[in-house]
């Protein structure tokens, strides 16, 4: 029998091996992993930032619509492209149609389409809400907090808390509304949503039970404005269907240091 020599026969075996790897498949993506840099996606938000340079606003929406029903299927990448893409539309120059009180749908489908987007949507949310334009369109603004709640962000909570101190009592019920999205949400941002709720609930009862107060009446309009939003999101968050302030005051202190399910 022949004498191969080791170090022949070692060199030949490191052959083989990087040989059998270079022909080995590369492995399979883990699953769940979405596919990121899709041609089709920006190419929508191409034709999508047409029409709105052409004030095709119609067709603009259904872009929004298709992205939408991509957007569960893109990696980040694209779904941070896609949100930051529907989020220019807001700041396009749009009147409300003559005679309507409404903003342009073009703005109404984007808010909503949003609240659709989870974190990569939140910050956009909150810019619009803050923006000047629309400082003086209530009913607008309550519908950007609405879908600011619905992305559900954690990230988004302190935001929302923070509207609480609002002087318009319609947006502190939209915001106390928007809260109650995170009723599946992290323990501490629950627990900070119902310590928070439940002290603006009896401080608003306590203002409007003040009979003697020159402020009555705009107490008692605020407590009956902001009250069943609030009440509805603590239910939502306890599982717990109080109805009366002290009631919460009462759960909270004997439950915010026990773990929740």
Known sequence: MRFVPSSLLFASLLAASALGSAQAPSPAPAAGTKKDGRKEIAT???????????????????KIDDLLKEFPECGPKDKKAIADAVAK?????????????????????????LGQMGEFASKHLEDAYEARDWKKDLEFR?????????????????????????KDNSLIADASTALGNYNQGPEEARKRIVEKLQKHLNTAQ????????????????????????????????TGQQFREPREWEKWWNDNKSKPWS
């Open 206 to 237: 306590g203002n409007a039970s003040d009979i003697s107060s020159p402020l009555y009446n705009e107490m008692k309009k605020k407590y009956e404005t902001i009250s069943p939003a609030m009440i509805e999101t603590l239910q939502k968050i």
């Open 44 to 62: 929508t938000i191409a034709e999508m930032g047409k029409d709105t340079a052409a004030k095709k606003d119609d067709d603009a929406r259904k």
């Open 142 to 166: 309550g519908r950007i907090l609405k879908q600011l709640g619905s992305t559900k962000d954690p990230a988004a909570v302190d935001f929302l808390l923070k509207v609480l101190e609002s």
């Open 89 to 113: 539309n807001l700041k396009l120059n749009r009147l409300p149609a003559q005679g309507s009180n409404e903003q342009p749908m073009i703005f109404l489908t984007s808010v909503v389409a």
